[in-house]
């Protein structure tokens, strides 16, 4: 019994001394926050850092709700659920909230102690600290980057929390996080002050090797792309800057040392960099892998995402900063999906054996590793290792590296390529150069013989027929010029002249030769300069002509009927216009039968029309167009073709000239005498009646049109009535109704207009006589001049000006020196009988010879006998450049005088004009050579001094 009844007063004297310890030992804590602070003095050393991550109590907030005060008054009573982390956890793993940290130091030395919370991650959006002395708050910092930069208590790029603690003391601090879960919040040290500062930066270290590699990387691209103009070049640039930019502000150089002022940029650039460098790094993919000509189906996916991601960038600039997560998540995500998609598009292009792909696959894959593995290590799936902090940055680095070892072999590619290419060309252009020379041989006794026979007595059919001979060897020496054309442009061989030249003059003859065109057929032509287009202008005449009479030929070529214009004016506020080299547009429309819209983008292309029938009905190579271009792309032009099916079409180009410094001065006259007078235009054609207009305004007359001669007449007698009167008055020869004869005539028989000049316009060459003319009271008849400049002297005329047009230079006598001499060196017997007739046909006396040795023989006992020699480049035994080499050398040898010697070659290229040229000869005629071209060179070399010409043996 005793031993039962002693038990329960011994568990109740226990229980006792339990709960007196108890209450003895919560009496005995201090009044701060925790129980548990932590000694200083307990530490072995601060001058390494000790983790905190253990020593840190958590509590979630993901309302927001607590203050710091709030805290520490309610933390001792226990009431929110603090918690602890065991050394394998981590803040992250715990989700995606706002976070308070809690520690106490206690400083239980006899020193003051000065400590430093540091937090080793620079870009941490909202960061505060809170630091108290016996549960009231006597220091809070605003730490984080979307906070001014000078607001921290000490200025580095890591968040720094500074603590003083006196002996004997202790101090709580509170830290408040509102980024997302990621941020290595948990991984804080605390420091010794003054030994964290002593401690050498290796960080900066590895950051200025970043950096510095990054730039040697950019400089030594734009040198690259500054000699090959390669546009992934400029990319790989971008690409790599982007990226240094992203790191320099992810690392807090931007916010310490750029803008410490404006945090709003951290938040801005952070947001708005890593889509640009998703945009980047996607057009540099796309242009690199050449998806557009690989794989066009999937370059216009990767097209659109990068569009999208366009996209996010603007929109992020302007939302507010809680806002601008949104279009970040989604260019993310657009990156994503384009890159995952460009691996796997690279891999199979690798498969196919694209080396470039493979290239670009493994630099990509590689960077891919690298920043896996970091984006795993904060998920919690990889273990931390020495130096994971730094896989980004070598992530980086081998990046660059890899890429510009691609660009290398992607360039040597090309430049194989290149190299192959110009093998082609080179080929290409010595067989084109072949062929015309086979083919001019002969033509040259065509073209020759048929001159010669059409110089003879022929009956008319005879005569017909070798004008069909004529007409259809022109047209294959046409064809034979284009390809030539064309393979000297291919090869890059062709220049152009840069020569003053009149725009007016040009459009003019281009005209005139499409008159008769114009005469036979029912279409009418104009061409029209707007006012205010400069004139006078440096360029290449000729290549102008060539282009302008490519694109009148094919407006001809399908026009049946209807009308043919050409317009010419200045383009206004174009990209390629500078203050001295206006843009001159020109276009050619015509009423034809039109273009197929799918046919188009074909027509500029080589040996390509609209459609295979073409050729057939109409004839041509289908190079025309493509010279056209590739001279339009010479001159840094445009080129390009307006249709519709049965309505017709319009090819235009623009090509910008540089103005003139040497105007010319077309009239002697004052000008100023049409000023302020009075036209009335009669035409039923309203184009061309609209576009006088326009001119006569600008040359500051009063201008009025009608289209028939019924509304002149009641024009002229409503003035009449009004006393008023016109002072020109110019019309259309054919119009339905009244023609331009009967309305003049009947101008004059109601006297409407006594003594005002009438101009009568044709549109074709066939005038009525002058008699006729005078008779009916028609002051002058015109065609349809090519230029409005030729309009515009006529008019002066009609008013009274005596001289109008500066009167042309006299040409100079086309009578050649009586006896002159010729020597013919050529290989092939046609050609001899045709350069004989042709010579013989001008007066000239000429001997003959087969090949160079004979010419040099014969001139070795004569040469004072010959006045000039046409020597053939190719022959047998002795070429001619052989040949003229000697002739030089003899003449230096015995002093004597040296003759004009003019190659005649089949070849038309440039580079044999050089090598004529190169051996001493001081011209150069391609064949098939005729009449005008011998007598343009007997008289460049024969006439300037005929009388020394004319030998001293010549008696």
Known sequence: MNAVDLRPQSDSLL???????????????????????????K????????????????????????????????????????FIL???QRVRKLGWTAYWMSLTLKNDTQAFKRQLIVVPFPFIGNLQAFISNKSEITEHYRLGVQFPYIERPIKERYPMVPIDIPAGESRTILLRSKNAAGYPIESATLWDRAAYFEQPDRELAINSFYFGIGLIFIIYHLVIYGFSRDRDYLLYVGLVSVTLIQYFINRGFGYSLLWPTMSSWNITLNGACPSLLYLLSGWFSWSFLDLK?????????????????????????????????????????????????????????WWKGDQNARNYNFAWSFYLFSWSTVVLYHMDIVPHFQGIEYSIVLGHITLMLLLSFALASKINQLAEQRSLALMENKAKSEFLAKMSHEIRNPMNGVLGMTELLL?????????????????????????????????????????????????????????ALFRVQNKSRGVQLIADITPGTPTQLIGDPMRLRQILVNLLSNAFKFTEVGEIRLNVKRVRKNLKETEERPV??????????????ETQAKLFSAFKQADSSTTRQYGGTGLGLTICRQLIELMDGEIGVKSNPGKGATFWFSVPLSESHEKIEKFLVDETLLHNKRLLVVDDYATYAEALQQHARSWGMDARITCNGERALDILR?????????????????????????????????????????????????????????????NRAIAKPDTVSQLKAVFLNLLGAVSQEKKAEPQRSLELPDNLQILVAEDNDVNRLVIKGL??????????????EQAVMLLQGNHDLYDLVFMDCEMPIMDGYQAVEAIRRMEMQYSLTKIPIVALSAHAVSEMVEKSLAAGMDDHLAKPVNAEALLKAIRNYCTESADQHVRNNKH
Not at 58 to 64: A, G, T
Not at 584 to 597: A, C, E, Q, R, W
Not at 842 to 852: D, F, M, Q, R, W
Request: glycine share 6%.
């Open 293 to 349: 000509i690989k794989s066009p189906v999937f370059s216009r996916f990767i097209v659109t995402m990068l569009y999208g991601i366009a996209a996010t960038i603007l929109v992020t600039l302007f939302l507010k900063p809680g806002l601008k997560t949104i279009p970040v998540f989604i260019s993310l995500l657009l990156a994503t999906v384009m890159f995952f998609s460009l691996w796997l598009a690279s891999l199979y292009m």
């Open 43 to 82: 530490l072995d050393s601060l001058n390494e850092g000790i983790a905190l991550k253990t020593h840190f109590h958590y509590l979630k907030d993901p309302d927001k709700r607590f203050s710091a005060q709030q805290l520490l008054q309610e933390q001792q009573s226990g009431a929110e659920p603090w």
């Open 584 to 597: 001159i547009y020109f276009s050619v429309t015509d009423t034809g039968i039109g273009i197929p819209t």
């Open 15 to 41: 229980s006792n001394l339990k709960m007196l310890l108890l209450l003895g030992l919560f009496f005995s804590l201090p009044t701060e926050v925790f129980s548990g602070a932590l000694s200083l003095s």
């Open 718 to 778: 409503a003035c009449k009535t009004k006393q008023q009167t016109f002072d020109l008055i110019a019309v259309d020869l054919d119009m339905p109704g009244i023609n331009g004869v009967e309305l003049i005539r009947q101008i004059r028989q109601e006297t409407l207009t006594p003594n005002t000049p009438c101009l009568l316009i044709s549109a074709t060459h066939t005038l009525p006589d002058k008699a006729f003319l005078a008779a009916a009271g028609i």
């Open 455 to 511: 110089h003879t007595d022929l009956n008319a059919e005879q005569l017909r027929y070798s004008k069909l001979i004529k007409k259809s060897s022109n047209l294959l020496l046409n064809v034979i010029n284009e390809i030539l054309d064309y393979s000297k442009i291919e090869a890059g061989k062709l220049e152009l002249e840069q020569a003053v030249m009149d725009l007016e003059e040009v459009v003019s003859d281009v005209i």
């Open 839 to 852: 010579l013989k046909s001008l007066g000239v006396t000429s001997t003959l010879v087969e090949n160079g």
């Open 86 to 88: 065991s050394p394998d």
